[in-house]
């Protein structure tokens, strides 16, 4: 290609703004259009899009290569003459094209100098087509500095691209690329817009030969009085169809000009009543095509395999879901049998079934424990001679208590637990011999009280318990001691004396529970060393913590401050089971609680861990299966020791008392 070919596209005519005589031929250096920057502007109608075919179908004659930008679909009437490729969206293309045919499309123009229109109005996704226009000119761009091939790339309705206001996306920016760096590549880029007031001012400032059709509104005049002269704006608004100033860098003056018709089929022309008739088009090589179909075909085939993939991939993730649930129902069962299962080693366990309360209940009267201790026939009936009218003898009616006298004797008769044949209980009845005035000793409350140590430690050569208190009472009934002096008051104000004090009877009960304690030879078990561990925990809690002044702090402290066998059972197993748990495993559930969602892996290497996949899994397992964390999809697993406590506790809470369980067992036992 000679530098100083040139492209006759217009001819000079008259009226203001014109300085050459009309009819004269204007035309345009091939080399200019081919790697400048070039700007084509005028409303709707007046002959723009003429320009721009006429400027293709001149460089089309000449063999040199370009690619339309159409967004109307107003350039395929180009077929009708030229072999030129036309590739869309749709099926009235020659192929329809992606993104993934971007760098081949790039080759087919620069390569194999084969003209494309692409038209973008067969694409109803407007963020598809500008994503296929960024490709497409980021590909034109990377070849275009290997080949320093002349090509022109014509962009119609360019203001949607690079505006003057607002934010300008990726294609804008690849086209103004185009139009700063292209040239010295030897791409050019001419843009075609119906409103220069809506263009980016960098774009128009910057181009090399510029086009004024006719422009009515202020804000475009306003752009050519900037730009041109004040007389070329007031004369732009009166330029007929086609008409226009022509303002190039390789020209000294202004022209106004008229441009020629087009040749080919006017498809953006206004349709009118005629019948219209499409024009038989030219069709390109069938090689072309098929290297494109290829592209499609494989497309396709990649798009096939993951439906495929992704279908797979649903069917697992539901397969999954299935298996979770079973084992949900399966980690339900299991909690249940264990449950069970404590319940019935903790009933066998126990001291007697139902024993437990009923001696708690009597532990508040030594008369009411001593009596339930003895048989039926042996606590005293009233005689038949007592007061059928319902009233209480005088001794019962001032206060005092059953006859002891009869209580004793029934001691008497019913022999000690670990003596059968009751030769080592100590009568009550022989004392009273000695106490003509039926007065209880201190002596006796000691004997008493050795003799059911001795008893309850299974000696067999003691008093039981039950006769401890009864012996007990016996004092309570018939004497009363002085604290300072340690004598003792018979019931009738006398004084008697006695060997005892009231720090005596502190000092033998003292005695009676330290051989109690003594004698309990059982060793606790792991489970409860870890229990009474962390129920000294909850102690120190209860009593360090501050508490605060709302509602739910008072609720929360109240929890806290409990004892730990005040706690509901689920509570204090939840805190034995997670204290039992090895360190990486709690640190591994700590990392679930702190961050969220997270894979195994890097639980377990926030834990200290090595990332040993294995290893990490068999930990993650224990946590799954306690039921502290779960299955959310995708390899991920969430903290769910709230959603574990609420669903034990359904009902039987308030969802304050929740909270503070769950910060009571999450202090505890993780962050202890």
Not at 328 to 350: C, I, K, N, P, T
Not at 588 to 612: C, I, K, Q, V, W
Not at 626 to 655: C, K, M
Request: proline share 4%; glycine share 10%; aromatic share 4%.
């Amino acid at each position: 290609m000679a530098e100083t070919e040139r492209i006759t596209v217009a001819e000079t005519s008259e009226g203001p703004g014109g300085n050459e005589p009309a009819g004269r031929e204007v035309s345009l250096p091939v080399v200019e259009i081919l790697t400048g920057r070039g700007f084509v502007t005028g409303k709707s109608g007046c002959g723009k899009s003429n320009s721009g075919s006429v400027i293709a179908e001149k460089l089309l004659d000449g063999g040199f290569g370009l690619l339309i930008v159409d967004i109307d679909g107003e350039y395929y009437g180009l077929k009708e003459e030229y072999e030129i490729l036309h590739v869309g969206g749709d099926e009235e293309c020659d192929i329809q094209v992606t993104t993934d045919h971007s760098e081949k499309l790039a080759s087919l123009a620069l390569d194999q100098n084969v003209p494309i229109i692409l038209d973008m109005s067969s694409y109803l996704d407007e963020a598809e087509a500008e994503a296929l226009l960024t490709e497409v000119a980021r590909s034109l761009f990377a070849k275009a500095k290997k080949r320093k091939q002349p090509f022109l790339l014509l962009v119609e309705e360019v203001h949607e691209y690079i505006p003057e206001k607002g934010s300008v996306g990726e294609c804008g920016k690849m086209l103004i690329k185009i139009g700063k760096r292209g040239r010295k590549h030897g791409l050019g880029i001419c843009g075609i817009s119906q409103r220069p007031a809506d263009v980016k001012k960098d774009f128009i400032t910057q181009c090399d030969w510029l086009l004024w059709h006719r422009l009515t509104w202020n804000n475009d005049t306003k752009v050519v009085r900037r730009i041109l002269d004040g007389e070329y704006a007031e004369a732009v608004e009166s330029l007929d169809d086609g008409e226009g100033f022509l303002m190039t860098d390789w020209a000294e003056s202004v022209q106004r000009v008229q441009f020629y018709r087009k040749r080919t089929f006017d498809a953006g022309a206004t349709p009118g009543l005629d019948d219209f008739e499409r024009p038989d088009l030219k069709s390109v090589s069938d090689d072309l095509v098929s290297e494109l179909q290829e592209i499609t075909e494989d497309q396709q085939a990649r798009e096939s395999q993951l439906t495929e993939l992704r279908e797979e991939l649903d069917r697992k993730n539901s397969k999954i879901a299935e298996l979770e649930t079973e084992l949900q129902d399966a980690r339900d069962l299991s909690r249940m049998a264990e449950q069970f299962v404590g319940a019935l080693v903790q009933h066998v366990e126990g001291p007697a079934p139902g024993r437990t309360e009923r001696e708690r209940m009597q532990s508040d009267d030594p008369i009411e424990a001593a009596s339930a201790a003895l048989p039926a026939n042996a606590v005293p009936t009233p005689s038949a001679d007592s007061d059928r009218s319902g009233s209480r003898p005088d001794s019962d009616r001032s206060g005092s208590r059953p006859d002891s006298e009869a209580v004793l004797s029934a001691f008497d008769a019913y022999p000690n637990d670990g003596d059968p044949d009751g030769s080592s209980v100590v009568d009550p009845l022989a004392a009273r011999a000695d106490d003509p005035e039926g007065v209880g000793t201190v002596a006796d409350v000691e004997t008493a009280a050795d003799g059911g140590v001795a008893a309850d430690n299974g000696s067999g050569d003691g008093a039981s318990e039950t006769e401890v208190f009864g012996a007990m009472m016996e004092v309570d009934v018939g004497t009363t001691a002085t604290e300072d002096t340690g004598t003792v008051i018979d019931s009738n104000g006398t004084e008697s004396d006695s060997e005892f004090s009231a720090d005596e009877i502190l000092a033998t009960l003292n005695e009676v529970t330290e051989r109690e304690i003594d004698s309990d030879d059982r060793q606790p078990t792991p489970r409860e060393e870890v229990e009474a561990t962390l129920r000294s925990d909850a102690e120190i809690v209860a009593t360090g913590g501050s508490s605060g002044s709302g509602g739910s702090d008072a609720t929360a402290a109240s929890v806290l401050a409990s004892g730990p066998d005040e706690q509901p059972l689920v509570v204090r197993e939840l805190k034995a089971d997670i204290a039992a748990m090895e360190t990486k495993t709690r640190k591994m559930l700590s990392f679930y609680r702190e961050f969220g969602p997270g894979t195994p892996l890097n639980a377990h290497f926030a834990a200290g861990g090595d990332g040993d996949r294995k290893l990490a899994y068999a930990h993650n397992r224990t946590l799954r299966l306690a039921g502290l964390i779960e299955h959310v999809g995708r390899g991920h697993y969430d903290y769910r020791l709230r959603d574990l406590l609420g669903e034990e506790l359904s009902g039987h809470v308030t969802e304050t008392q929740l909270e503070a369980y769950v910060s009571e067992i999450e202090s505890t036992a993780l962050d202890g």
